[in-house]
C-alpha cells in the first residue's frame, strides 16, 4: 500500500505539473484539491501531497499558479546567473571530453532542431554544466528550480529569442578552450538577456 501511495503522489505531481507547464492551467489560476482530484481520478491526498511538493518548487503560491512578478523574475535569474556562472567557469576547468561532446551537439541541435528538440537541447546544455560543478548543493539549488526555469525557457525558445544559439555557442568554445573567466561572464550575459527578453515579453503582455 505505501508503494501505491508513492506512485499516486508521483503521478499526481506530474500530471498537475504538466497542466501547469503546458499552459492548461494558467497563470495566476486558483488550485483546488477538489476539482483537480475529480479531474485526475485521484483522492485528495496524494493530490494534497503534490501541491506541497509544486509549492516547495515554485509553481504554486498560496494556492494559485504562480505568476512571478518582474522582482521575482529578477530574483530567480541573480541566483541562476550566481549559480550557473560559477558552474560555466567549473566546466571551463574539468568537462570532460564526453561532456563536451554533448554540449556541442546541443549547440548543434539549436541550430536546426524542431521546437521540442531545441528544448531538450536547451535544458540539456544548462544541465551538463551544472553538474560539472561538483557541488552537490548548488545543483540541488538549481533542480529545484527546474520546473520554474522551464517556464522561462520555454519563453525564449518559442519567441525565438535573438542570438539564443549563437550564445550558447559562444559559451561552448570558451568552456572548450579552458577559459573559466570568459566562460563564467559569457553565461552571466546570457542569462541577463534571457532576463530582459521575459520582462520585456510579460511587460508588453499587460
Do not use: W
Not at 516547495?56 to 541562476?80: A, H
Not at 566546466?91 to 561532446?101: E, K, M, R, T
Not at 570558451?174 to 534571457?194: C, G, N
Request: with cysteine.
Amino acid at each position: 500500500m505505501k508503494m501505491d501511495k508513492k506512485k499516486a503522489v508521483l503521478q499526481s505531481y506530474e500530471m498537475v505539473r504538466d497542466k501547469i507547464l503546458n499552459g492548461q492551467l494558467q497563470s495566476g489560476e486558483k488550485i483546488t484539491e477538489e476539482k483537480l482530484a475529480a479531474d485526475l481520478g485521484f483522492s485528495r491526498t496524494p493530490i494534497r501531497d503534490a501541491i506541497k511538493r509544486l509549492e516547495y518548487e515554485g509553481l504554486i503560491i498560496n494556492k494559485k499558479v504562480v505568476k512571478p512578478t518582474d522582482k521575482d523574475l529578477r530574483n530567480i535569474f541573480q541566483v541562476r546567473m550566481l549559480l550557473e556562472g560559477y558552474s560555466a567557469r567549473c566546466a571551463a576547468i574539468y568537462s570532460s571530453a564526453d561532456q563536451l561532446s554533448t554540449l556541442a551537439e546541443c549547440v548543434e541541435i539549436g541550430k536546426s532542431g524542431s521546437y521540442d528538440e531545441i528544448m531538450d537541447a536547451n535544458e540539456k546544455f544548462h544541465q551538463i554544466i551544472v553538474q560539472t560543478s561538483g557541488n552537490d548543493r548548488l545543483i540541488d539549488t538549481i533542480n529545484r528550480m527546474q520546473s520554474i526555469i522551464y517556464l522561462f525557457r520555454k519563453t525564449v525558445v518559442f519567441y525565438n529569442r535573438p542570438f539564443l544559439i549563437e550564445e550558447h555557442e559562444d559559451i561552448f568554445n570558451a568552456i572548450r578552450d579552458r577559459q573559466p573567466e570568459r566562460a563564467e561572464e559569457l553565461m552571466k550575459q546570457h542569462l541577463e538577456k534571457d532576463l530582459d527578453f521575459c520582462l520585456h515579453l510579460i511587460n508588453s503582455q499587460n
